[in-house]
């Protein structure tokens, strides 16, 4: 057996979240012949326990061809080696349906890749597979070979590839299928303790995305597993788009003549979506109606490009909400972080103040984040939204993410309270 498999004693199945010893890991054949699963269906390749294990470890499945892939004895499906090497960071994406969540992960990831050298961590994919569609993402809006022609991502769907389906006898399950990163120190960061350490310092990032479908308030939703990630997650984001909001549209179209600020919208209650995932976490975690979250919840504001005259004393393109200290540590700045906190809350107050109560009455760890994924406005052609891959310039966001990490105590991301630079 591959000395790797005895890193973790226990590990998460990051699909259907079943607590799980390594040894009880199946493994997924790799001849084509071998194909038919009772869980997954006829193209799926064959699930095993091992009993051959060729020299470097791997099992060897029943045609003897070595399998490099493991499953998860509850539900079959696949779970990426890293979380077998690496303590895992659960995080989930929340927002209503088209509050611009996609782009936010997009741009994100896409500047956690950039900017993660300065905070001394390697960054990268973990499975290309699993992380295929945000890679896909990527490439469309930020290593477009036309940068001049508008592009655009599509939203997420209740049954797409974010999906996957198991099937239990008679009985179908949709989990979530998580994008998963792996966080490695490098050998300058403080958290460093050498090669031989550095398994016990590194750490598995996995995020979810729900269609906002997912919190419509009903009993069949409420009981899918598609969203029970929420109770178990280290931290929450929540994408809210002030342009969907009435009152919020009305303070924008002052200043902006933003083209998302037209007439034509639908009204979206946005607050519903802490409120429906309050409901299920309190369901799934046994809570009662009075208890709180006890992880952050961390609010996204979107779109800061066409609101951010609404804060005119924040410059928001011009701060960083990354400080180093004298040894040469850095991190968040939580003294930044957590006055952009008080002064967006303030005006959610005055604007939004139903997306406030539900946060507050939901969680007692609030922070309110701007951010702009694309940094410019979107434009309309033959009817079809898109964005010119030229125009993009991201504003703090990858800063829910990198904070959301800041807050787990993995110790990979520092807290800063002082600019003692």
Same mark, same amino acid.
């Given at each position: 057996?591959?000395?790797?498999?005895?890193?973790?004693?226990?590990?998460?199945?990051?699909?259907?979240?079943?607590?799980?010893?390594?040894?009880?890991?199946?493994?997924?054949?790799?001849?084509?012949?071998?194909?038919?699963?009772?869980?997954?269906?006829?193209?799926?390749?064959?699930?095993?326990?091992? #009993?051959?294990? +060729?020299? !470097?470890?791997? %099992?060897?499945?029943?045609?003897?061809?070595?399998? @490099?892939? /493991?499953?998860?004895?509850?539900?079959?499906?696949?779970?990426?080696?890293?979380?077998?090497?690496?303590?895992?960071?659960?995080?989930?994406?929340?927002?209503?349906?088209?509050?611009?969540?996609?782009?936010?992960?997009?741009?994100?990831?896409?500047?956690?890749?950039?900017?993660?050298?300065?905070?001394?961590? #390697?960054?990268? +994919?973990? !499975?290309?597979? %699993?992380?295929?569609?945000?890679?896909?993402?990527? @490439?469309? /809006?930020?290593?477009?070979?036309?940068?001049?022609?508008?592009?655009?991502?599509?939203?997420?769907?209740?049954?797409?590839?974010?999906?996957?389906?198991?099937?239990?006898?008679?009985?179908?399950?949709?989990?979530?299928?998580?994008?998963?990163?792996?966080?490695?120190?490098?050998?300058?960061?403080?958290?460093?303790?050498?090669?031989?350490?550095?398994?016990?310092?590194?750490?598995?990032?996995?995020?979810?995305?729900?269609?906002?479908?997912?919190?419509?308030?009903?009993?069949?939703?409420?009981?899918?597993p598609a969203t029970d990630h929420l109770a178990l997650s280290e931290a929450l984001i929540y994408?809210?788009?002030?342009?969907?909001?009435?009152?919020?549209?009305?303070?924008?179209?002052?200043?902006?003549?933003?083209?998302?600020?037209?007439?034509?919208?639908?009204?979206?209650?946005?607050?519903?979506?802490?409120?429906?995932?309050?409901?299920?976490?309190?369901?799934?975690?046994?809570?009662?109606?009075?208890?709180?979250?006890?992880?952050?919840?961390?609010?996204?504001?979107?779109?800061?490009?066409?609101?951010?005259?609404?804060?005119?004393?924040?410059?928001?393109?011009?701060?960083?909400?990354?400080?180093?200290?004298?040894?040469?540590?850095?991190?968040?700045?939580?003294?930044?972080?957590?006055?952009?906190?008080?002064?967006?809350?303030?005006?959610?107050?005055?604007?939004?103040?139903?997306?406030?109560?539900?946060?507050?009455?939901?969680?007692?760890?609030?922070?309110?984040?701007?951010?702009?994924?694309?940094?410019?406005?979107?434009?309309?052609?033959?009817?079809?939204?898109?964005?010119?891959?030229?125009?993009?310039?991201?504003?703090?966001?990858?800063?829910?993410?990198?904070?959301?990490?800041?807050?787990?105590?993995?110790?990979?991301?520092?807290?800063?309270?002082?600019?003692?630079?």
């Amino acid at each position: 057996m591959n000395t790797t498999l005895d890193i973790q004693s226990r590990l998460t199945c990051p699909n259907c979240w079943v607590d799980l010893s390594p040894a009880d890991l199946l493994w997924v054949s790799s001849h084509p012949d071998l194909r038919g699963d009772n869980y997954l269906g006829t193209d799926a390749q064959k699930r095993f326990l091992p #009993s051959r294990f +060729d020299s !470097d470890g791997f %099992a060897l499945d029943a045609n003897g061809m070595r399998s @490099q892939s /493991l499953a998860c004895p509850e539900c079959h499906l696949a779970i990426p080696r890293i979380l077998v090497d690496f303590k895992p960071i659960f995080v989930s994406v929340i927002g209503a349906s088209s509050s611009g969540k996609s782009y936010f992960l997009t741009s994100a990831i896409w500047e956690l890749r950039r900017k993660c050298q300065a905070l001394r961590l #390697s960054f990268a +994919d973990a !499975d290309p597979v %699993a992380n295929q569609i945000i890679s896909e993402h990527e @490439q469309k /809006l930020f290593l477009s070979d036309k940068p001049s022609e508008l592009v655009a991502i599509s939203r997420t769907e209740t049954d797409g590839e974010l999906y996957q389906q198991v099937n239990y006898g008679t009985r179908q399950e949709l989990y979530a299928r998580p994008f998963v990163f792996s966080l490695k120190p490098t050998p300058d960061h403080i958290g460093y303790k050498g090669e031989k350490e550095l398994r016990l310092v590194s750490r598995a990032l996995c995020l979810y995305d729900n269609a906002g479908e997912h919190f419509r308030p009903n009993l069949e939703a409420a009981l899918s597993p598609a969203t029970d990630h929420l109770a178990l997650s280290e931290a929450l984001i929540y994408v809210f788009d002030p342009l969907q909001h009435p009152r919020f549209r009305q303070l924008c179209r002052k200043h902006s003549q933003d083209p998302q600020l037209n007439d034509d919208f639908q009204v979206v209650r946005q607050d519903e979506v802490i409120v429906e995932a309050a409901k299920r976490i309190r369901l799934k975690a046994n809570l009662a109606e009075h208890e709180q979250f006890n992880k952050p919840l961390i609010v996204a504001v979107n779109k800061l490009d066409v609101w951010q005259h609404l804060l005119p004393n924040i410059d928001f393109n011009n701060l960083h909400p990354f400080q180093a200290t004298g040894d040469g540590v850095t991190g968040i700045y939580a003294n930044m972080i957590n006055e952009a906190s008080r002064v967006l809350r303030e005006l959610l107050v005055q604007a939004a103040p139903e997306v406030v109560a539900a946060c507050d009455s939901f969680c007692n760890d609030v922070t309110y984040i701007p951010i702009s994924p694309q940094g410019c406005s979107p434009e309309v052609k033959e009817g079809n939204w898109g964005v010119r891959p030229s125009s993009l310039k991201p504003v703090w966001a990858e800063v829910p993410l990198l904070y959301a990490l800041s807050r787990t105590n993995c110790g990979l991301v520092p807290t800063i309270s002082n600019n003692s630079q």
